[in-house]
């Protein structure tokens, strides 16, 4: 890949962390919040399924976080966009709409094809949580 479509890939990627990382900023500063002032049980007990509800939101922002992060890492030593799986060059756009992905699309397919598919999470899935998440594979919110 180009050194500028790389730049444009990394500055993406960290806009994407920055957003990510507020808003879990955020949401630690409402539980917070939310703790000091509880006039009663049945405010206890709204204010805590409340809480466990961001702790989930929280826990899905933190592993986008981290896979964000384990891209940039990848741009630093060089291997981003390289599918692991072929080895071949991820398209521009794919990495774009998804850019913590780690293989091309050709083998994305090929993973989601009938027959192969398994009713198992599979890894591919869990290290492309962005896909994850929008299609709402996956299961991690309970
Ligand atoms: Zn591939």
């Known amino acids: 890949m180009g050194k500028r479509r790389l730049h444009i890939i990394k500055r993406h990627l960290a806009e ?6 507020e808003s879990i900023d955020r949401s630690i500063l409402s539980i917070k919040k939310g703790g000091d002032s509880l006039p009663d049980l ?4 709204a204010s805590e399924s409340a809480v ?8 899905r922002d933190r592993f986008l976080l981290l896979s964000l992060r384990e ?3 990848r741009i630093e030593k060089g291997s981003y966009g ?3 799986r072929c080895g071949g060059a991820i398209a521009f756009e794919r990495l774009m709409a998804s850019p913590a992905t780690t293989v091309c699309i050709e083998c994305k397919t090929e993973e989601e094809s009938p027959g192969k598919r398994s009713m198992a999470p599979n890894p591919a899935d869990r290290r492309d949580p962005f896909e994850t998440f929008r299609t709402g594979k996956g299961g991690r919110m309970r």
């Not at 994407?16 to 990382?21: N, P, Y």
């Not at 049945?42 to 007990?45: E, P, Q």
């Open 82 to 84: 390289t599918c692991e």
């Open 16 to 21: 994407r962390a920055r957003a990510l990382q």
């Open 52 to 59: 466990s509800t961001e702790l989930a939101i929280r826990e």
């Open 42 to 45: 049945y405010d206890l007990a």
């Open 71 to 73: 891209a940039l890492g």
